[in-house]
């Protein structure tokens, strides 16, 4: 069954150090995966998606088909990055799988 | 351009009530999903709808249904309410559907059943 995992349901860091959200997902077929962000007081967004390999706000995100990883890493932590972070995989149309997010704070 | 919009904002209903939820996509964008946010369970799939037409169903009981318009504003309905339908409601669009877009997320309706 297809499943996305994100172990983690909060995470500290301080402003500078490097951060990584992890997100381990379950699919057979080459997936196509997803990391949406929300921010404090605002929408649900799209970060960046795998297939468009940028970087977006300095993170970046490779899909690790051994481990069937998708981890979601940024090299210095920004205070704007605070956030809840998801992970999610589509299935059939727009329907996606959300993992049950990061919560990830940035300590000045 | 406006973004997604969704009405009401908030809802308090009691149990066995119905409810309507109600959302309008960004124009242009056909597609139209929702999906239900509880602390314990994230983010889980309802339903999508593209060109009035139910394309993909989530694991809800059939007390969950929706409907699209020819305009491709969406309503979802919950009829005989429970406590555990107590959620943010999330509605978000898409230009198309069968080939995975960005989705554009509204809001929501926090829907609080007593």
């Known amino acids: 069954a297809q499943r996305v995992t994100q172990p983690e349901k909060l995470l500290s860091v301080f402003k500078g150090a490097p951060v990584e959200l992890k997100c381990n997902y379950s699919y057979s077929g080459s997936p196509e995966l997803f990391w949406y962000v929300q921010y404090s007081r605002q929408r649900l967004q799209l970060l960046l998606r795998?297939?468009s390999r940028e970087s977006i706000k300095g993170f970046t995100a490779d899909l690790n088909k051994g481990e069937t990883s998708f981890h979601l890493k940024k090299p210095f932590a920004q205070e704007e990055d605070s956030a809840m972070y998801y992970c999610a995989l589509p299935n059939t149309g727009n329907q996606f799988y959300f993992g049950t997010g990061t919560s990830l704070t940035v300590i000045p | 351009k406006a973004g997604v919009t969704q009405t009401p904002r908030y809802l308090i209903k009691t149990r066995g009530q119905q409810v309507t939820l109600s959302c309008s996509p960004i124009?242009?964008?056909?597609?139209v999903s929702w999906y239900q946010q509880t602390p314990g369970q994230g983010l889980q799939f309802l339903f999508e709808?593209?060109?009035?037409?139910?394309?993909n169903k989530g694991n809800f009981p059939g007390r969950f249904s929706g409907r699209q318009f020819s305009n491709s504003r969406s309503e979802m309905n919950v009829s005989t309410l429970e406590l555990g339908d107590s959620a943010l409601y999330l509605c978000?669009?898409?230009?198309?559907?069968?080939?995975?877009?960005?989705?554009?997320f509204g809001p929501g309706t926090r829907l609080t059943v007593l």
């Open positions: 795998h297939i």
């Open positions: 124009s242009g964008h056909r597609s």
């Open positions: 978000a669009s898409s230009l198309t559907s069968g080939r995975v877009g960005e989705q554009f």
């Open positions: 709808y593209f060109s009035e037409t139910q394309r």
